[in-house]
């Protein structure tokens, strides 16, 4: 399995955006520990939205869901 650049740069940008809006107010304190500490969850956050990105999609498309445009589960069956 190889790594997807799209969604790894998708999910770099998304994890980048939950960290900045949470770490700006705390901007006037930045030093070299708080720099680290966010630059691991920066790593962990990306990992996982990666990882979540990967899962659904290929999940389906394993299962052919995008072909059968079947997304809801409440939709009434005509």
Do not use: W
């Not at 939950?18 to 708080?34: C, H, N």
């Not at 990992?47 to 979540?52: D, P, S, T």
């Amino acid at each position: 399995m190889t790594i997807d650049p799209l969604r790894l740069a998708e999910a770099g940008a998304e994890a980048a955006l939950v960290l900045g809006t949470v770490a700006l107010p705390a901007a006037r304190t930045f030093d070299s520990g708080l720099a680290a500490v966010l630059a691991a969850m920066l790593v962990l956050i990306t990992g996982a939205v990666y990882a979540l990105h990967a899962v659904t999609f290929d999940c389906f498309r394993l299962t052919a869901q995008r072909d059968k445009r079947n997304f809801s589960y409440t939709r009434n069956k005509e």
